[in-house]
């Protein structure tokens, strides 16, 4: 069990509407990351963070933003749902003193209707 | 740019068919490789960390290998409970950001 929690655990919005996942992580962990998992495609970096209020773009951002307020938690919102967004999304904590390694969470399905 | 290759696609073995997993990286330098074991449903679960060229370690019946441009993971004598789909993923040299594979589909017949 790595301590990470995702909320909601399954979800089906409709096109257009707003929808926020929320990881939260009881490790401490510095860095925490936003994953989407898609057929054919495999895990692919949405955003992720480096502290409080840090963070960065990953290589299929566009469609979400993030925020950090506290270490503990990450939030990943889709501003405005497509169902290009229907997928498995996952949440990742790291620390360097762990020697790098990322674990994952349980993962949020959400599907756009 | 970095990128990850896994073969095969899918694996089918008998129960106590050994076989080995293929992990191909191209990095501009390696800071660590990444063994995953993921169940339908489930998020992915750490399997091992390989740091450099020659390394191994062992977990059970898997044992994952480093060398400068692959990663095996073998695995020796499996169970059906060894079904699952093991990923592969780099951390590149400088970054904090893994490279995923698309993964190995596993299936042990008993």
């Known amino acids: 069990d790595a301590g990470i929690t995702q909320s909601p655990r399954h979800k089906v919005t409709e096109t257009g509407t707003p929808v926020t996942l929320r990881c939260h992580q009881t490790e401490n962990h510095r860095y925490m990351y936003w994953y989407r998992q898609d057929p054919g495609h495999g895990l692919r970096l949405i955003h992720y963070?480096?502290?409080?209020?840090?963070?960065d773009k990953g290589e299929v951002s566009d469609g979400y933003s993030v925020s950090r307020s506290k270490t503990e938690d990450f939030l990943l919102t889709l501003e405005s749902a497509t169902s290009s967004q229907t997928s498995v999304y996952f949440c990742?904590?790291?620390?360097?003193?762990?020697?790098?390694?990322?674990?994952f969470g349980e993962g949020s399905w959400l599907t756009v209707v | 740019e970095d990128q990850v290759t896994q073969s095969p696609e899918a694996l089918r073995l008998q129960e106590g068919e050994s076989s080995s997993l293929n992990c191909s990286y191209t990095v501009s330098g390696l800071r660590g490789l990444f063994w995953y074991r993921q169940d339908p449903g489930k998020g992915p679960e750490f399997l091992f960390t390989l740091y450099s060229a020659g390394e191994e370690k062992e977990k059970e019946r898997l044992k994952a290998t480093l060398t400068k441009k692959e990663s095996f993971l073998h695995i020796t004598a499996p169970k059906p409970e060894d079904s699952a789909t093991y990923l592969c993923?780099?951390?590149?040299?400088?970054?904090?950001?893994?490279?995923f594979g698309q993964g190995t589909r596993l299936t042990i017949n008993p």
């Open positions: 963070s480096y502290g409080v209020k840090d963070t």
């Open positions: 993923a780099v951390l590149p040299m400088g970054a904090q950001k893994l490279v």
């Open positions: 990742a904590i790291s620390e360097r003193t762990s020697g790098n390694t990322i674990y």
